[in-house]
């Protein structure tokens, strides 16, 4: 059985960074893009960007440029991303979730979400 | 590339016909997705490539669409079913973009 399994909730001061990690288990971590998605607290879903867990190249959307990394250790088939800069408008819950499969387009379809880590900054 | 959706906000009965609407603001095939999410929780994908049922989802959702105009239909409504819905289109990863989604409330 498939599953993604986050780290707990984080508190943040605006300004301070903030790694967020996605541990997989019962598939092969290497075979699925990795994709992390926000959702401000009682707001929609922001898509934020992918990993190919086994070139470890990324692609983000924009506004998440030059303030985002996403990587992985694929010896224990994790995906994490980091923040930084925090500010108050990055308070939100962060999924990780994994591509349907490795072929174009249904890599950009997400069919197994991590519970959720909720980030706070204040 | 936006997508809009209608209505935002549903009420309904159990064993009712519903169906939700995502526009996109320019052409996208099938390239579409749905989720549904509920209250705590993480979304669940429920439709792929417009019409593709994911497995393990029950029979009563289906989509259709292509180009800008989708539809989800749930065929009759079950208490599992109120939740929020999302749809998210795929042609463009530049980026990836989610409707800001339909509440199916309890009539």
């Known amino acids: 059985q498939v599953h993604l399994v986050q780290s707990g909730a984080e508190v943040r001061k605006p300004g301070a960074s903030v790694k967020v990690s996605c541990k997989t288990s019962?598939?092969?971590?290497?075979?699925?893009?990795m994709h992390w998605v926000r959702q401000a607290p009682g707001q929609g879903l922001e898509w934020m960007g992918w990993?190919?867990?086994?070139?470890?190249?990324?692609t983000f959307a924009q506004r998440f440029q030059g303030w985002v990394t996403m990587s992985r250790d694929t010896s224990i088939s994790t995906a994490y991303v980091e923040i930084r800069s925090l500010k108050s408008d990055d308070t939100a819950i962060y999924y990780c979730?994994?591509?349907?499969?490795?072929?174009?387009?249904?890599?950009?379809?997400?069919?197994?979400w991590g519970q959720g880590t909720t980030v706070t900054v204040s | 590339i936006q997508l809009t959706q209608s209505p935002s906000f549903l009420s309904a009965s159990v064993g009712d016909r519903v169906s939700i609407t995502c526009r996109a603001s320019q052409g996208i095939s099938t390239s579409l997705a749905w989720y549904q999410q509920k209250p705590g929780k993480p979304p669940t994908l429920l439709i792929y490539?417009?019409?593709t049922l994911q497995s393990g989802v029950p029979s009563r959702f289906s989509g259709s669409g292509s180009g800008t105009d989708f539809t989800l239909t749930i065929s009759s409504l079950q208490p599992e079913d109120f939740a929020t819905y999302y749809c998210q289109q795929v042609i463009s990863y530049s980026p990836l973009t989610f409707g800001p989604g339909t509440k199916v409330d309890i009539k």
């Open positions: 490539g417009a019409s």
């Open positions: 979730a994994r591509g349907l499969n490795s072929g174009y387009p249904f890599y950009l379809y997400l069919d197994v």
């Open positions: 019962g598939y092969t971590f290497t075979g699925y893009y």
């Open positions: 990993i190919n867990p086994t070139t470890g190249a990324t």
